[in-house]
């Protein structure tokens, strides 16, 4: 089979298939060997590795990934697409392609089923329009992951990067700390995919924590109040936490865990480190504790 990271074949493929790229789906595919061969190193694959990629596409990727890995998962969400696959990667039998919607599989039990108790690298030109979604899922979920290497829009990257003060700054960057260590291997022009996206787009590394670098009583409390706090960013603390549908917390229980972060009542949540974030919520939690 024809190696398709370059556009030649990609078009090739494309035309014996009589393909036509998918907009709802951000299918925007690399023509670039050099960018794939970066996101092969910086994910840092080898024999032993069992690898889940999202949104194979056409297969580009994946047979970058077959070729350096032991198993690979891909999951592609287009029926379309499942033919060509079966096709671009009849030559390698340690690649399983499922047609599913990555939102809705339950990955924990893939990685039982499938990956001999060892925890994933995750490898992907990710779908832009679900990036945040598919992230934290795989965070909050908790699945058994190493690394997770993804092409996402250069300003996701920049996001998930940043700390309090940047107008980028948000529940996904406090994510990103919490789980794990953030680098940015690559930044990558339009021109290295077919069709050219309309943003400049960027290969990220994350390498997750052993530990997270701070205590939390409750995660799914702390995350709900981030969110609560970026859900209405020009609010104060203590009036996005209070309206938030999600938390049910008293005003006075808010307010007294917002005096004991010590930087007075009228804060915005924007303003908060992950550490003050962690203290938040820890002191309503202990005081739930003794209630
Ligand atoms: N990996 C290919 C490449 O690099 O050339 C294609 C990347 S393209 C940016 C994103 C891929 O994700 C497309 O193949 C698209 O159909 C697929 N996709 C979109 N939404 C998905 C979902 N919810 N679950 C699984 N795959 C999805």
Sequence with gaps: ?????????????????QFHFSKKYGQNFLIDTRVLDKIIRAADITKEDYVLEIGPGIGTLTQYLAEAAKQVIAVEIDNKLIPILQDTLSAYDNVTILHEDILKVDLNQLVQQRCEGKSLKVVANLPYYITTPIIMGLFE?????????????????DRMQTGPGSKDYGALSLAIQYYAEPYIVANV????FMPRPNVGSAVIRLTLHEKPPVEVIDEKLMFDCIRASFNQRRKTLINGLNNSPDIHISKQLITEAVENLQKGTSIRGEALTLE????????????????
């Design 189 to 192: 022009p339009p021109n290295c």
């Design 1 to 17: 089979m024809a190696e398709l990271g370059n556009p030649k074949n990609t078009i090739e493929i494309l035309q014996k298939y």
């Design 276 to 291: 003050e974030f962690a203290k938040l919520s820890n002191y309503i939690a202990e005081r739930r504790m003794q209630e």
């Design 141 to 157: 979920n908790h699945v058994p992951i190493q690394s997770i290497t993804v092409m996402v829009q250069k300003e996701v990257a």
